[in-house]
């Protein structure tokens, strides 16, 4: 059973009132709160184990080695990667897509070569492209979508031509909610001998991710949006992808011997994490997919599931409303604008209610476009989010309406 109060109480901050209102948190999307256990993890490896990492002979840095490759080993079960050489520790999903950006763009694309991404990317996996573009004078090739926030799946094989190297695609929209056919789609490029890039941000923390299953060749998501610390996140790479990228950053850690005339790297996954890692980090991450893995992933996904379903309900009775992100497969993301009310007025009213919501474009703008317009208003579901703070929200929504 999906005990929902219990879960609230593993929460802290959601105790909290703001404005003298209970806080009612559904900014989800943008970052997630965290368990105790999490913060925990964090107070007690600092306490008590502290030292670096890989390097020590002492006591205390052999057991936060310990505890920081369990952290790997924990999140390759997480997302059933064949091996932990396949995991690499990252600063979030931007590092991530960077990360790969840069060392497969370096070894594998060159002047006219392609990428396919999709009309709806955080600018995370659309501006790093662009700064490839610039060096490299690679072209992005755009996946569009139909009116409901579908990528149109004829349009996507179109793209493909023998100068296309990789396609980099979000898992789901930050902003439409909408979840993408990535297995279809990776099976496609596939069959063009194309590799693929997910980015998994706002997918790893509402479904089962099996990376496997999905066949995906990389795959990015960040710790502080599954109720893990900020400043941590991983990128997955198939262990035959990894092995022919070149280094991303070069210090100590990624190396094996270093010269002046020489330097050898290390094998993975260390040859891509130069310098001290965030192994306090790594560890409160691995705390938290333990978290999520005890509730079970497709629990929660049911939860999140209802609660969107229900919050699409609710919200289309409300006079004026424009809900953006009406795909059939649709995850915990609601964005919306009501009548001529600008979003920042929506959320700064709804805030004064202890409603958090986001405004704006949600570091989309491509997608703003083609939606015509400037911004939204964006609920964002986890698995602590309650129909009551759905009525909350609907209730909120009609009061600023009529207040304009
Ligand atoms: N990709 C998507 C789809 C996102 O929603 C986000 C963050 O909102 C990112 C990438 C970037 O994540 P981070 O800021 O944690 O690196």
Redesign the pocket.
Known sequence: MYDIQKIREDFPILQREVYGKPLIYLDN??TTQKPRCVVDAITEEYYSVNANVHRGVHFLSQQATELHEASRETVRKFLNAKSSNEIIFTR???ESINLLVTSFGEEFMSEGDEVIVSVME?H??IVPWQMLAARKGISIKVIPMNDKGELLQDEYAKLFSDRTKIVAV?HVS?VLGTVNPVKEMIAVAHAHGVPVMV?G??SVPHMKVDVRDLDADFYAF?G??IYGPTGV?VLYGKEEWLDKLPPYQGGGEMIQTVSFEKTVFNELPFKFEAGTPDYIGTTALARALDYVSAIEMDHINAHERELTVYAMQQLKRIPDMRIFGEAENKDAVISFLVGNIHHLDMGTLLDRLGIAVRTGHH?AQPLMQRLGIEGTVRASFALYNTKEEVDALVAGIERVRKMF
């Open positions: 999307g943008a979030g999903t931007t955080h995370s996996n979000t930050n980015d941000a706002q960040s502080h949006k996140g570091c």
